[in-house]
């Protein structure tokens, strides 16, 4: 049997890195994973960048058919296809892992609830070292949409709320930010800081963007100047996602063309807000 598993991406509001604490808000940028338990090699293919590793793909079958102790096909094909750009702070490992598992899932009819998917996905995540917090909040973000604050360290969801649609236009730089290459210990030097914003978060969760994506610039040596382009020119919010180096706007319903216009940036990514699923 096939089975086909989607998920979604997401920008970030607190980065978790400094504190443990990370806040994330579900955009329509789309991962999909199509599996097939049949044939007699394993072969990942990834049709939005090739090049990338495949490794985290493997681990993420192998441990769904372990999770559901069904034994695993000496031969299956997995393709992966995603919007969402690769190591750019736009959650595409946590938005795979999801569409991955899923996928797997599906093929074999096995049911399970979606936190304990999105658990499985981040267990995947860690194994495959793909990750340094966890990432349960960008898991949460892509898989449950809408604004999420989480806890990365217990693995629990502090909050959820559904903020409405808005435009969302990221800014992508070519170059590419892994997870080895991060100043951790600089990041770590700004938990105070960032953990104030926990609360705005909650009410304001695009000032709390903004103020995240400035301390993170700064520490992280990212070139911030497309976020204050953005806030002269009438964005909500806008500022690093994750650890970069996209930059994510957020903008009114219906703005994203006249902010273009306005601001003459091009070669934005467009996406929407995601509302909360039930």
Same mark, same amino acid.
Request: with cysteine; glycine share 10%.
């Given at each position: +049997? ?14 978790a ?13 789309? %991962? ?23 490794? +985290? ?6 441990e %769904?058919?372990?999770? +559901? ?16 750009p690769?190591?750019r ?11 991955i598992?899923?996928?797997?899932l ?24 793909? %990750? ?18 989480t806890?990365n360290?217990?693995?629990? =969801?502090?909050?959820q709320?559904? =903020? ?12 590419? =930010?892994?997870?080895?290459?991060l ?10 800081e ?40 009438g964005?909500?919010?806008?500022? @690093?996602?994750?650890s970069?180096?996209? @930059?994510?706007?957020?903008?009114e ?6 902010f =273009? ?9 467009f ?8």
């Amino acid at each position: +049997m096939i089975g086909k598993g989607i998920s979604y991406g997401a920008i970030t509001v607190i980065n978790a890195m400094p504190c443990g604490i990370g806040s994330t808000i579900g955009i329509t940028l789309r %991962t999909d994973a199509v599996f097939t338990p049949t044939g007699e090699t394993k072969d990942v293919g990834i049709r939005n960048d090739p090049s990338e590793n495949k490794e +985290m793909a493997r681990i993420c079958v192998s441990e %769904t058919y372990r999770r +559901m102790e069904i034994e695993e096909p000496e031969g299956w094909l997995l393709n992966i296809s995603s919007d969402i750009p690769i190591s750019r702070g736009l959650k595409s490992s946590s938005s795979a892992c999801n569409a991955i598992v899923s996928s797997v899932l599906r093929a074999e009819r096995f049911d399970m609830d979606a936190i304990d998917r999105i658990l499985l996905g981040v267990d995947c995540a860690r194994k495959a070292k793909v %990750t340094v917090t966890g990432a349960f909040d960008d898991a949460c973000g892509c898989e449950l949409g809408g604004l999420v604050i989480t806890d990365n360290i217990s693995d629990s =969801i502090l909050f959820q709320d559904d =903020i409405g649609e808005y435009d969302v236009l990221i800014h992508v730089p070519k170059n590419k =930010i892994k997870k080895t290459g991060l100043p951790l210990e600089k990041l770590k030097g700004i938990s105070s800081e960032i953990e104030g914003l926990i609360e705005t978060a909650r009410t304001d969760p695009f000032k709390a963007m903004t103020a995240n994506g400035r301390a993170v610039a700064s520490v992280s040596g990212i070139d911030n100047v497309i976020s204050d382009i953005a806030l002269e020119n009438g964005a909500l919010g806008a500022g @690093v996602s994750g650890s970069g180096p996209a @930059v994510a706007i957020v903008l009114e319903h219906g703005d994203a063309e006249d902010f =273009i216009k306005r601001t003459g940036l091009t070669g934005l990514l467009f996406a929407r807000t995601r509302g909360m699923q039930p």
